[in-house]
């Protein structure tokens, strides 16, 4: 089975387009190792598809502003379940599945939904919906994330998901995000 691991990542200053691609790409990065390291221990084969950064900013263009879980995301979704789908199309893989859905800060019928979407492109491929949270899921990834002390990244993972949590910071008396400084453990 194929497993959507992580939908994209990060981060910083909005001054130029430029810079917040290469500022998400840093983020990415730090993300990947772990989910590499963590696959490594669990002997799981770990598939580094394309972030494909281009894309994503295309994609998304005139979303900016959108709240998460609206529109910006659903794409963002698209795109990420297209890639793996064609993968599983590629490799003869008849499911596949995703994590990405046990957080609660994810709608769990648009993460599905966007999984169904991609697997209609193809014959014999079936997403399989399960709810992650369920059975215990959600304290399991907790337990996990602690124990292998995983980075805990404070936001979604775009650049706009970025700054929306940092403005809501702001009213709030909050600091700022500071990214790569938090740990599970
Ligand atoms: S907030 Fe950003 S990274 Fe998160 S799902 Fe939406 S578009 Fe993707």
């Known amino acids: 089975?194929?497993?959507?691991?992580?939908?994209?990542?990060?981060?910083?200053?909005?001054?130029?387009?430029?810079?917040?691609?290469?500022?998400?790409?840093?983020?990415?990065?730090?993300?990947k190792e772990e989910?590499?390291?963590?696959c490594e221990t669990?002997?799981?084969k770990f598939i580094d598809a394309d972030y494909d950064k281009d894309n994503w900013f295309d994609r998304v263009k005139g979303?900016?502003?959108?709240?998460?879980?609206?529109?910006?995301?659903?794409?963002?979704?698209?795109?990420?379940f297209e890639?793996?789908?064609?993968?599983?199309?590629?490799?003869?893989?008849?499911?596949?599945?995703?994590?990405?859905?046990?957080s609660r800060w994810k709608d769990l019928d648009q993460v599905n939904n966007s999984g169904l979407r991609a697997s209609k492109r193809y014959d014999n491929?079936?997403?399989?919906?399960?709810?992650?949270r369920k059975q215990g899921g959600s304290s399991r990834m907790i337990e996990i994330s602690k124990r292998e002390e995983f980075y805990q990244q404070e936001y979604c993972g775009c650049v706009y998901s970025l700054r929306d949590t940092n403005k809501w910071r702001k009213e709030n008396n909050r600091p700022?995000?500071?990214?790569?400084?938090?740990?599970y453990g």
């Not at 989910?35 to 963590?38: D, G, H, I, P, V």
């Not at 700022?176 to 740990?183: D, E, L, Q, V, Y």
Request: aromatic fraction near 14%; charge should be positive; proline fraction near 1%.
């Open 1 to 31: 089975m194929v497993n959507l691991a992580c939908c994209c990542i990060a981060v910083v200053h909005l001054v130029q387009e430029r810079s917040w691609k290469q500022l998400q790409l840093q983020t990415l990065i730090l993300r």
């Open 35 to 38: 989910n590499k390291r963590y």
């Open 42 to 44: 669990l002997n799981f």
């Open 63 to 80: 979303l900016e502003d959108e709240p998460e879980r609206g529109e910006r995301c659903t794409k963002c979704f698209d795109m990420r």
């Open 83 to 102: 890639r793996s789908a064609l993968f599983a199309h590629e490799n003869n893989f008849s499911l596949f599945a995703t994590t990405l859905g046990i």
């Open 125 to 132: 491929l079936t997403f399989w919906d399960f709810n992650w």
């Open 176 to 183: 700022r995000i500071k990214r790569g400084k938090k740990f």
